[in-house]
């Protein structure tokens, strides 16, 4: 069964600092690869999707990750974050034609004004 | 996830009461699951279902039931076997064209 490793448990950033989530999977065949974010109090939203084509993938609110396959990665990047950025975010994993997606633990991230 | 409804947001039982959590949606998916959210843990899937009249265990099934007799709607009941049954759980359905899953609020059960 495939496993989804997320770094970083809690992470402070100040305003404008760059952010970098990290994320790792198992599994050797094709997936399909999300970020989500949970905002305090609001229902988990997706952020962005990576199904195949370029590996470096837009989302919502200036929000980026990249697939890098050869390191089983999907790194989530946003160059200057917001104190509206606060949130937990989660990376998920879904092997191609299954129905199921496997989730990190999370990562909640702190931003500081 | 505006057509995904979870009721009730907050729920109470006391140790050994079956209670049945609450989900509807009008967003016309086929498939509908249930997820377990503890603090430190992530999602843990505890039942999917593709369609109407089928579903499959997920990761840590034991101590819940679900029931898919409507597309719409789709109950999770955590019986008292369940041994730490205090959690949020969440709701999702999934989207065949996009590949992607949409969440419902949430209830957050809390077993006295």
């Known amino acids: 069964a495939q496993s989804v490793s997320q770094h970083n448990h809690h992470v402070i950033l100040s305003e404008a600092a760059s952010l970098e989530l990290g994320c790792n999977y198992s599994y050797g065949g094709t997936v399909n690869l999300f970020w989500y974010v949970q905002y305090p109090g609001q229902h988990l939203q997706l952020l962005l999707k990576?199904?195949?084509?370029?590996?470096l993938v837009k989302g919502i609110k200036g929000f980026e990750a990249e697939f890098i396959k050869s390191k089983f990665s999907f790194n989530l990047r946003k160059p200057s974050v917001q104190w509206s950025d606060t949130a937990e975010y989660f990376c998920a994993v879904n092997v191609a034609g299954s129905y199921q997606l496997t989730f990190g633990k999370g990562t909640k991230l702190s931003v500081i004004p | 996830d505006g057509g995904i409804t979870q009721s009730p947001k907050y729920l109470f039982r006391k140790e050994g009461q079956n209670v049945t959590l609450s989900c509807e949606q009008n967003?016309?998916?086929?498939?509908m699951y249930w997820y377990r959210q503890d603090p430190g843990q992530g999602l843990r899937l505890i039942y999917y279902?593709?369609?109407?009249?089928?579903?499959q265990k997920g990761d840590i099934a034991e101590g819940y039931s679900v029931s898919r007799e409507k597309k719409e709607s789709f109950p999770l009941t955590v019986t008292s076997a369940q041994k730490n049954p205090t959690a949020f759980y969440l709701c999702a359905t999934r989207s065949d064209s996009h590949n992607e899953q949409f969440f419902g609020p949430g209830t957050r059960l809390t077993v006295l």
């Open positions: 990576y199904f195949s084509g370029d590996p």
């Open positions: 279902s593709q369609i109407v009249n089928d579903f």
């Open positions: 967003l016309n998916h086929d498939a």
